[in-house]
Structures are given as structure tokens and as C-alpha cells.
T-cell receptor, first 110, second 113 residues
Framework: GIQVEQSPPDLILQEGANSTLRCNFS?????LQWFHQNPWGQLINLFY???GTKQNGRLSATTVATERYSLLYISSSQTTDSGVYFC????????????FGKGITLSVRP | DTGVSQDPRHKITKRGQNVTFRCDPI?????LYWYRQTLGQGPEFLTY????????KSRLLSDRFSAERPKGSFSTLEIQRTEQGDSAMYLC???????????FGPGTRLTVT
């Protein structure tokens, strides 16, 4: 099956710093999503980005499908950005399940 | 507008008991997915439905697990004869066929003692 690797596994930032989270995947995919998991376990949709670049406030993401990686940028980090960030990939059509990476644990210190 | 809902949010049961979880997807979504997440790991796929048809089941879904979506709306996931290894967060997601973005519910946290 498809492999998803996220790096770094852990990241500690001072409030106000910028960061880049990486997701590598082993096959061509049609679906790529970034999630933030809050302390209660809820997965919050950040981006649906099978290719290209999107921005939402302080967050932006870029997926280079031909090179099988995606990047999530967090600028001017805040303590509320703390949590686990997941990248998940999948295909369209009948085989639409998502395969998740192990996540990146981000801690933003005041 | 409501998102995906799951019930119960927490369940503590004794080993050997049966448990059932419910998921209500976003109303117009015809695809519904179940995932399981253990501590320190990403969610893992269990099974999914398109309308009432169960289209795929993971090898993780042993014969003690059964899922249904009888009228193509809500779904139930039942675990029979629970084991301590079943302790996990069970997540439900839904999507609209043709639009692949999945939206997740808050999860049901199962603890088997």
C-alpha cells in the first residue's frame, strides 16, 4: 500500500516563529488533505490540496504531485497552533480511503 | 449546518462485552468511512460505504467487527467480545462522491478494561 512519511516528528517553536511541515508519499495520488488534531481528538480540515498552492490566513500549503510531496507552512505561530498535524493521501473513485502519516507534534511556547 | 456527529463520545466497557457506536454523516454526503486511531499513530482505515453498500473492508476489521449503513444515512459499528487491544479512538468521516474531501466527526474513545 501507499506509504506516507511526515517530518519532522516533533517541532518546538517560540511564539511568532515560522515553520514548515513536510509530507512525502510513495505513489501518485488524487487526494491530499492536511488536518490539525486538537487535544480532544477532533480532526480539523486545514487544506484539501492534491496539487498546487493554497493559503488560508497564516497557513499555506503546497503540493508537488509529480515529486510526491506536500508542505504546510505556518507563519507567525501562536500557542493555539499547538497539536498534531496529519497529512493524509488517497485516490478518487472506488479506492477513496485515506492513508495517514504518523503526524507531526507541534508545540508553540509563549 | 451540522458536521459529522458520533455517539457516544466515550465508552468504557469490560473485556468480552459488545459495544456499538453510531455515526451520523453530513446530510448530503453519500460516502461514509470508519477509521481507528491508537495512541501516537495516525488514523487507520477500517471500512467505507457508498450509500448503503459496504465497498471496502480493511484487514484490520476482524470478524468481531461489523458495520452497517442500512438506509444510506447513519452508520453503526459493532465490536463483539471486546479485547483490550480494541481500546482506541474510533473516527467516522463522510464525503460526497465526486468531491473527495473527507470531514471527520469528534470520535468515540473506547476503553476496554
Amino acid at each position: 500500500g501507499i506509504q506516507v512519511e511526515q517530518s519532522p516528528p516533533d517541532l518546538i517553536l517560540q511564539e511568532g516563529a515560522n515553520s514548515t511541515l513536510r509530507c512525502n508519499f510513495s505513489d501518485s495520488v488524487n487526494n491530499l488533505q492536511w488536518f490539525h488534531q486538537n487535544p480532544w481528538g477532533q480532526l480539523i480540515n486545514l487544506f484539501y490540496i492534491p496539487s498546487g498552492t493554497k493559503q488560508n490566513g497564516r497557513l499555506s500549503a503546497t503540493t508537488v504531485a509529480t515529486e510526491r510531496y506536500s508542505l504546510l507552512y505556518i507563519s507567525s505561530s501562536q500557542t493555539t497552533d499547538s497539536g498534531v498535524y496529519f497529512c493524509a493521501v488517497g485516490y478518487t473513485g472506488a479506492n477513496s480511503k485515506l492513508t495517514f502519516g504518523k503526524g507531526i507534534t507541534l508545540s508553540v511556547r509563549p | 449546518d451540522t458536521g459529522v456527529s458520533q455517539d457516544p463520545r466515550h465508552k468504557i466497557t469490560k473485556r468480552g462485552q459488545n459495544v456499538t457506536f453510531r455515526c451520523d454523516p453530513i446530510s448530503e454526503h453519500n460516502r461514509l468511512y470508519w477509521y481507528r486511531q491508537t495512541l501516537g499513530q495516525g488514523p487507520e482505515f477500517l471500512t467505507y460505504f457508498q450509500n448503503e453498500a459496504q465497498l471496502e473492508k480493511s484487514r484490520l476489521l476482524s470478524d468481531r467487527f461489523s458495520a452497517e449503513r442500512p438506509k444510506g444515512s447513519f452508520s453503526t459499528l459493532e465490536i463483539q467480545r471486546t479485547e483490550q487491544g480494541d481500546s482506541a479512538m474510533y473516527l467516522c468521516a463522510s464525503s460526497l462522491w465526486g468531491r473527495e474531501e473527507q470531514y471527520f466527526g469528534p470520535g468515540t474513545r473506547l476503553t476496554v478494561t
